[in-house]
């Protein structure tokens, strides 16, 4: 095709990266960046989120550039700058935001991002007509995609976002591993996974061999805490090795005695620009009250950045391509306001265009675990959940060292 028929010669698309990392973000700049050159357009990097259109603006030219779409995180880099006024930031940085767009002549802007960066897009759009393309990411797996899940006859709503494959796989590689230290001492390790809100990724560690798991989504009262550690206690004695990992969700809240209410634990008492907290330290306080009530050593291994970091994995890979092919044709159409999704949860093999739709950008808020995907009475992951992460992940087959040495008594001289 000669240059000047491509259909957008001479415009430019920008692409920006907002929130939390994930693995598969670079795999998501370089597929829209790609179809975009096909379609004709300059193809810019705007630098870290929202944070790159203030002041000068922090742009880069990614037109004819080399790109490594397997290398984790994002090369744009990321932030979570608000345009909107906010408690913690009052200015309000959208005339900015606007004039930067003008002056560097962006002529449409992509997204990448969760609930924030995307709400903060379609807000742009709605309020000053920025034609504006939302890509999804999280690890969280809690932007609401509308993915329909087949399970024996029902159709069922669950979530199938880039960079949760790629998380979910790390850790239930990690989970395989530390099996072996927590079978060495007989102990119990409480391991901590991200996840504020939604316990989705949680239970990749399931996959990995946790037995028992707790989510943000069901509060973890006085009365369920009784209930927790009797099931602790009864599946620590009834394993083969005397051992035990229990995945937990950052996000759990958790009956504090001493304040006679439910808590979170958070790293830091800061809040971002969006109003989060940063969680971490839950899985510290259950391994103690787990030792002190039951008596069993108990240790804490919060995974937390482990989840994001190192290289794209293949499911996100093929999800990236599959989802910017929908971005390339909203693009074309100049539907914009709108974030590509997948229709009907598949396994890799799956993963193709006609699978996709688009719906409205803006409203993509918190989508929790459906109540019959975690058996809040066992502290488990149901088999719906195992058949929805089944589509997404393989489940390994576990290194096991069975032994039965048999036990040697002293001679005794006669
Ligand atoms: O983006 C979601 C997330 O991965 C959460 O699971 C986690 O609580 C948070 O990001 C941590 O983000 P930060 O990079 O700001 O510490």
């Known amino acids: 095709m000669k240059l000047e028929k491509k ?29 975009a050159s096909i379609l004709g357009y300059n193809v810019y990097g705007i ?28 090369a744009l880099k990321s932030s979570r700058t608000n345009p909107f006024p906010t408690r913690k930031n009052p200015e309000d ?26 709400g903060a897009a379609k807000k742009l759009y709605e309020m000053h007509g920025i034609p504006v393309i939302g890509f999804p990411k999280t690890i969280d797996n809690d932007l609401r995609t509308r993915t329909l899940h087949h399970f024996k006859g029902e159709d069922n709503e669950v979530v199938v976002c880039p960079g949760f494959e790629s998380a979910a796989r790390a850790l239930m590689e990690l989970t395989i591993k ?52 009797e099931k ?6 009834n394993s083969a090795k005397k051992s035990l990992i229990i995945a937990v969700s950052e996000g759990v809240r958790w009956y504090d005695e001493k304040k006679g209410a439910l808590d979170v634990v958070c790293a830091s008492p800061e809040l971002d620009e ?29 995974t937390g950045y482990y989840a994001r970091a190192g290289e794209c994995r293949k499911y996100d890979m093929r999800l990236v391509q599959t989802l910017a ?29 006609f699978n996709t739709s688009s719906i409205d950008m803006g409203s993509i808020g918190n989508f929790s675990l459906p109540e019959d995907y975690y058996d809040s009475t066992n502290f488990k992951f149901t088999e719906k959940y195992m058949d929805f992460l089944s589509h997404i992940l393989e489940k390994p087959v576990y290194p096991k060292f069975e032994y039965h040495f048999p036990k040697v008594t002293p001679v005794v001289e006669i």
């Not at 602790?232 to 004695?237: A, K, N």
């Open 7 to 35: 259909l957008f010669q001479g415009k430019t698309l920008g692409i920006l990266t907002g929130g939390g990392d994930t693995s598969a973000l670079n795999a998501s700049i370089d597929a829209i960046k790609t179809r």
């Open 47 to 74: 630098l870290k989120g929202w944070k790159g259109l203030l002041g000068e603006g922090e742009i880069v030219d990614l037109t004819a550039q080399p790109y490594d779409e397997w290398y984790g995180g994002t």
């Open 93 to 118: 940085r959208v005339p900015q935001i606007l004039k930067n767009l003008e002056r560097y002549k962006i002529d449409v802007l992509v997204t990448i991002g969760g609930d924030d960066t995307n």
């Open 178 to 229: 530390l099996s072996t230290t927590v079978e060495s001492h007989s102990r119990i390790m409480v391991m901590e996974i991200m996840g504020r809100d939604a316990g989705w990724l949680t239970g990749s560690a399931t996959f990995g061999g946790a037995e028992i798991a707790l989510v943000p989504e069901v509060e973890m009262t006085k009365e369920r805490k009784a209930a927790f550690f």
């Open 232 to 237: 602790v206690r009864e599946t620590y004695t």
């Open 274 to 302: 969006f109003g989060h907290p940063r969680f971490g330290g839950i899985s510290g306080l259950i391994a103690s009250e787990i030792s002190k009530n039951l008596g069993i050593e108990a240790r804490a291994q919060i």
């Open 325 to 353: 092919d929908k971005a390339a044709d909203l693009i074309m159409r100049q539907h914009y306001g709108q974030m590509p999704v997948l229709n009907h949860l598949v396994n890799y093999q799956g993963l193709y265009e």
